[in-house]
T-cell receptor
C-alpha cells in the first residue's frame, strides 16, 4: 500500500522551543492533513492543506503543502506542555478516495 | 455532542468470542472507515464504505467483517477474536463532495485474552 514517511519518530524538547516535523511520499497527493492524538483518544484534525505551496496556520501551528505535492511540514512554535501527543500526517488522492497515514511523531515537552 | 461516536469505549473479551464495535455519526458524511492502531504502527485501514451498498476491504481485513446499517452507522465485527486483535480501533468519516478531510471517533480499546 501507499507509504508516508514521517520524521522524526519522536522528539524530546523543552517548553518554549519550536518544533518541526515532516512527511514525505513517493506519490503526489491532492490534500495533506495534520492530526494530533492525545493518549486514549482519536486523532483530531489540526490543519488541512489543499494547494501546492500553501502555508496555513492554526494558532501556534503552521503547516505547508510542499510544491512537489509529495511532502508536507508541520511547525509548532513556542511549545507548551499540552502540545504533548502524537502528530500524524495524512494524504489523500482524490481519484482513490482513501487516506494514507504516516506512522506518527511522538512529541514530549519538558516543563 | 460528538460528531462521531463509538461504543463501547473499552472491551475485554476472550479468545474465540464474537464481538461487535459500533460507530455512529451525525456529520451527514457518506463515507465511513474502520482503522486499527497498534503501538508504533500508525493507523491501518480495515474496511471502508462509500455508501450503504458499497463496502470495500482495506489492507488488513482478514478476521474482520463490517455492516453498514444506515448512512450514519457502520459496525465492525470480529467473528472469533484472537489475542493479536488486541488494539485500538477507530471509526472515521469523510464527505465524498469534499473537503477531503477525515474525522475520527474517540476509539475503542479492545483486549482479547
Amino acid at each position: 500500500g501507499q507509504q508516508l514517511n514521517q520524521s522524526p519518530q519522536s522528539m524530546f524538547i523543552q517548553e518554549g522551543e519550536d518544533v518541526s516535523m515532516n512527511c514525505t511520499s513517493s506519490s503526489i497527493f491532492n490534500t495533506w492533513l495534520w492530526y494530533k492524538q492525545d493518549p486514549g483518544e482519536g486523532p483530531v484534525l489540526l490543519i488541512a492543506l489543499y494547494k501546492a505551496g500553501e502555508l496555513t496556520s492554526n494558532g501556534r501551528l503552521t503547516a505547508q503543502f510542499g510544491i512537489t505535492r509529495k511532502d508536507s511540514f508541520l511547525n509548532i512554535s513556542a511549545s507548551i506542555p499540552s502540545d504533548v501527543g502524537i502528530y500524524f500526517c495524512a494524504g489523500n488522492q482524490y481519484n482513490f478516495n482513501k487516506f494514507y497515514f504516516g506512522s506518527g511523531t511522538k512529541l514530549n515537552v519538558k516543563p | 455532542d460528538a460528531d462521531v461516536t463509538q461504543t463501547p469505549r473499552n472491551r475485554i473479551t476472550k479468545t474465540g468470542k464474537r464481538i461487535m464495535l459500533e460507530c455512529s455519526q451525525t456529520k451527514g458524511h457518506d463515507r465511513m472507515y474502520w482503522y486499527r492502531q497498534d503501538p508504533g504502527l500508525g493507523l491501518r485501514l480495515i474496511y471502508y464504505s462509500f455508501d450503504v451498498k458499497d463496502i470495500n476491504k482495506g489492507e488488513i481485513s482478514d478476521g474482520y467483517s463490517v455492516s453498514r446499517q444506515a448512512q450514519a452507522k457502520f459496525s465492525l465485527s470480529l467473528e472469533s477474536a484472537i489475542p493479536n486483535q488486541t488494539a485500538l480501533y477507530f471509526c472515521a468519516t469523510s464527505d465524498r463532495l469534499g473537503p477531503y478531510e477525515q474525522y475520527f471517533g474517540p476509539g475503542t480499546r479492545l483486549t482479547v485474552t
